[in-house]
């Protein structure tokens, strides 16, 4: 199938308005310059820069080694990958403990890799801080139900919000977000069901991963979907195609050839002008006796 023709990058309104137009937002997290290109030529509407680019990139166990070089490294790429797509920058471990340095690490996203907005984790507790950023003129989300970086006080990546009690807190983190000006939040590994009853209490637009289909868009990792990390599949995850079983026998093909000497052939290989050949041929072997 061909790709979608080039649009013109969505705006936050655009994102904001989904909320009432009814439209799904695509979101994909692309850690890297070709997986943003892709998600540009599919029509993806948000390439998010995840932290989960510690794991997929980095191979590291979770997200919490990201820092912020890492980051904007990563986030620089996926902007020269995407230029016609809205970016937003996820923000790493302990880069928004306090209002200075979350206003700090924002705007390095901006001003160095050139993110349309930026994205920390947590509701309530956390609320101070992206008031904060929007009250800059940063524009921001959020991220709450499994937070990646408090896996620690969670004892793992384990579904959130299953007890009314639970699901009650979730509803009072999305309200907070909103009420700090976010223009967007997402749910992580929350019961469809609450994901869909908290998103209906919103005026802003909500994505989920792991939520459920009640949620105004959705989002997976590229590197999931397509089947490229395959160190562990999540169970929200749809794998589309298996870029590692391609590459896999692409590579053991090319180990087969060159093992063998078939390859490189005449045609992977440059020529030389015949006569050009001789005279090279002579001037070695004058050399040769010199």
Request: glycine share 8%; hydrophobic share 40%; charged share 20%.
């Amino acid at each position: 199938m061909d790709p979608q023709p080039a649009r013109k990058k969505r705006t936050i309104t655009e994102i904001r308005d989904s909320k009432k137009s009814g439209e799904k937002m695509v979101y994909t997290s692309v850690p890297d310059y070709t997986s943003a290109r892709w998600a540009e030529m599919a029509g993806v509407d948000v390439a998010v820069v995840g932290d989960s680019l510690a794991m997929v990139a980095h191979g590291h166990s979770n997200t919490i080694p990201a820092t912020m070089d890492m980051m904007v490294m990563h986030a620089q790429a996926v902007r020269r990958g995407a230029p016609n797509t809205f970016v937003l920058g996820c923000m790493p471990y302990q880069s928004y403990s306090t209002i200075e340095r979350a206003l700090e690490n924002a705007a390095r996203f901006m001003q160095e890799a050139a993110c349309d907005a930026v994205k920390p984790q947590g509701g309530r507790s956390q609320a101070h801080i992206l008031k904060a950023l929007v009250d800059a003129g940063i524009p921001t989300a959020s991220h709450i139900g499994l937070t990646p970086h408090t896996i620690a006080v969670f004892g793992g990546f384990k579904i959130q919000g299953r007890t009314a009690a639970a699901a009650m807190k979730i509803l009072d983190d999305a309200l907070a977000i909103q009420d700090a000006g976010c223009f967007m939040l997402e749910f992580e590994a929350v019961p469809a069901a609450i994901a869909r009853v908290i998103s209906q209490q919103l005026e802003i637009p909500t994505i989920g991963i792991g939520a459920g289909a009640g949620t105004d868009g959705q989002i997976l990792l590229s590197y999931d979907l397509l089947g490229v990390f395959t160190d562990f599949k999540p169970k929200f995850t749809k794998r589309y195609t298996n870029l590692t079983e391609v590459a896999v026998a692409g590579l053991s093909k090319y180990v087969a050839e060159v093992k063998a000497g078939t390859f490189p052939d005449d045609d992977h290989s440059y020529g030389v002008d015949p006569k050009e050949f001789e005279t090279f041929l002579d001037l070695v072997e004058r050399r040769k006796h010199a």
